[in-house]
């Protein structure tokens, strides 16, 4: 397995490491395919529209555009079962196999071990979303220090683990109606088209406005969010979003006294442990790229 | 010279354009040859001819010759329909009757052709206009006349059913010329054969046709039916694939006419002789051009589905629950972003002391 770099460091800024070459396939896909399926199948959806019939026509057409539909949609199947296998082969790869190993594994660690999951929502999401709250509605100048994964990023990846099957199946349904009708009723069909239709619409919306202007639209990333291609999220984003994790990262780095403060301007009146540093501060080195700390496949080493 | 050479071209322009015009004109004239023997056109050519009737309704006498010529009854004689008329000018002319007997001899009966056999058929739809003790039936009106669903359109002919391009077939035409001579014969031959092996219209065209009774919220009350039948349709992957100009998708005279009858026979859903009668209709989709290896299950999938609580109780909750969800979804998460906006965009407003 690959090993990456907790921290890199280019052009004096530091990156810090978020997700793996793999992963950024699988997202690269993903988004793709979501993006297909949305022009392909909203034409469908709202065909009395005005739009609908050029977007449709870019496509081919009712002729080809199901096809391609079609198509995307089996793609992006393949590639939620691949990530299925995926994620089980890297929990037992790296969580489960060790335990074995030294014949420490029972049931009770089995179980605290899934429920503490990086990707698991937790107490600390709920406490996130309560000072998220207070900041939000000016009670606080004080952002959620966020872990790896915020309760944002927990809600994106665990969204498509309800839209993918949703959709996925009640496509399926609709695709091979004789096949489905075999031994369901033929009222499937009705039920299998609303789900499809109205859950693709809801999938559309959460990710082309909330999950686009967190990652890509919101003033501190506008235009662009480039993590998606990169794999490494700046060092003003892992302050504004993960900074309980960056303070961590940086110390397991030997980087305490780079710390920046946290995000917003609570910083003089907030409790800091660690000695913390002006964000024009230049960081102690010149060189051009230099890297701390490293961490296989995803899993911080 | 050189004026020379410019000349030279100018006039071979002009000579080719000039030449052009001639055949496409020569064209134009055999194309709008219609049966006008009673020189009818020679006023009602004018596009603005037209009167206010004794009603007050504006009434446009225009006939436009191109498109006559092009039409179903281009060989019909204008008096062939229009029987009150004798002489020219004529007194104001009668609602005309589709079933009288009009020139034309019916080929394989030798009579004088007539659309009474459609009247026949009609009156034992469920569009009849009187019931089966000949009483007419409770808002007889809203059944519909033949100008009602026919708005005689343009020849559409093809090659072949559902699965094949419109228009005339070069290749066709090249079998009709080794017996038949004459290409305008030919022509209206072809026309005639090939418009009547499929319909005119589009499946979005026959749905927008009889949508224009069935999708009528008050005709829809009125007869106590069920749904907006065309925008029910309308709603499902045939309807939409209609709407997209699939020639291919079936449309509502597909599905509510028995298999080989006339689409003036349509029968009412209640009558067991009908194929969209309950034990019938899984013969609609399980059809060879269909569905073919489809069960009977497939046809209980519910093509008019009305989303109300009571017509498609189960449905209509299934769906308020991914309104709900998009609704609880969404619509917290559009707050928080709102907010966050807000946030970043007035970071130093100041409501309560800080902690």
């Known amino acids: 397995m690959e090993a990456y770099n907790i921290i890199k460091v280019k052009k004096g800024k530091k990156y810090f490491f978020r997700s793996t070459a793999n992963q950024r396939i699988q997202h690269i896909i993903l988004a793709t395919c979501v993006i297909v399926l949305v022009l392909t199948g909203m034409p469908l959806k709202f065909h009395d529209a005005s739009w609908a019939h050029y977007l449709y026509a870019l496509f081919g057409g009712i002729k080809v555009a199901p096809i391609v539909h079609k198509t995307a949609g089996c793609i992006l199947m393949i590639l939620f079962v691949y990530h299925l296998i995926y994620l089980a082969y890297n929990i037992y790869a790296g969580q489960i196999a060790p335990l074995r190993k030294k014949k420490e594994l029972s049931a009770g660690k089995l179980l605290k071990l899934l429920a503490t999951l990086p990707f698991i929502p937790n107490r600390k999401d709920l406490d996130d979303i309560i000072q998220l709250f207070k900041y939000l509605f000016f009670l606080t100048d004080r952002k959620p220090g966020g872990d790896e994964f915020t309760w944002k990023n927990k809600f994106d990846y665990w969204a498509p683990f309800w839209g993918i099957p949703v959709l996925g199946i009640s496509g399926l349904i609709m695709w091979n109606k004789e096949f489905a009708t075999q031994f369901l009723p033929g009222e499937i069909i009705n039920f299998a088209l609303i789900a499809h239709s109205d859950e693709a619409l809801l999938a559309a919306l959460f990710l082309f406005i909330w999950h686009w202007y967190n990652v890509h639209f919101k003033t501190s990333v506008f235009p662009m969010g480039t993590v998606f291609i990169t794999g490494y999220l700046s060092e003003k984003l892992m302050v504004e979003d993960h900074y309980e994790y960056y303070v961590k990262v940086m110390k397991k780095a030997g980087l305490e006294h780079e710390i920046l403060p946290p995000h917003g301007s609570f910083a003089q009146e907030s409790e800091q442990e660690t000695p913390i540093r002006k964000e024009s501060d230049s960081t102690p080195t010149d060189e051009k790229f230099k890297t701390y700390g490293s961490t296989k496949g995803g899993q911080p080493a | 010279m050189k004026l020379k050479r410019f000349n030279k071209f100018f006039f071979s322009c ?43 309704k504006f009434r446009l006498l225009y006939v436009n010759e191109s498109i006559f010529a092009n039409s179903v009854h281009a060989k019909v004689k204008c008096e062939g329909c229009h029987t009150d008329i004798k002489k020219i000018p004529h007194d104001p002319a009668k609602k005309v009757n589709c079933l009288s007997e009009c020139h034309i001899i019916e080929p394989s009966s030798e009579q004088k052709f007539s659309h009474k056999e459609v009247a026949t058929f009609l009156s034992k739809s469920v569009h009849a206009k009187l019931d089966e003790k000949q009483n007419p039936k409770k808002y007889a009106e809203d059944m519909p006349d033949c100008l009602d669903c026919h708005d005689n359109p343009l020849f559409r002919p093809l090659s072949f059913f559902k699965r094949v391009r419109p228009g005339i077939s070069e290749m066709a035409l090249g079998r009709c010329r080794v017996c038949h001579k004459k290409d305008e014969f030919i022509f209206r031959f072809y026309n005639h054969v090939t418009t009547r092996l499929h319909t005119t219209r589009s499946p979005k065209n026959i749905a927008e046709m ?23 349709y ?45 034990t019938n209709k899984s013969a609609i989709c399980t059809n060879i051009e269909c569905h073919p290896k489809a069960t009977p299950r497939l046809a209980n999938y519910k093509v008019h589905l009305e989303l109300t609580p009571e017509n498609s109780p189960k449905e209509y909750y299934f769906q308020l629950f991914f309104i709900a969800l998009t609704g609880g979804t969404l619509l917290p998460l559009m707050g928080i972003m709102f907010l966050d906006l807000f946030r970043r965009l007035f970071p130093n407003i100041r409501i309560t002391r800080r902690k």
């Open chain 2, 210 to 232: 009889c949508g224009r009774c069935h999708d009528d919220p008050k005709i829809v009350a009125r007869h106590n039916l069920t749904t907006r039948a065309v925008f029910s």
């Open chain 2, 14 to 56: 002009c000579g080719f354009f000039l030449l052009n015009l001639f055949f496409v004109t020569s064209f134009m004239v055999t194309d709008s040859l219609a049966a006008d023997i009673g020189n009818c056109l020679l006023c009602h050519k004018y596009p603005g001819l037209s009167r206010i009737d004794e009603e007050g």
């Open chain 2, 234 to 278: 309308g709603e499902t992957f045939h309807g939409k694939a209609a709407n997209y100009l699939d020639e291919r998708i079936p449309d509502c005279l597909d599905c509510h006419i028995n298999r080989g009858k006339s689409v003036h026979q349509m029968l009412s859903h209640e009558d067991p002789l009908s194929i969209t009668y309950d």
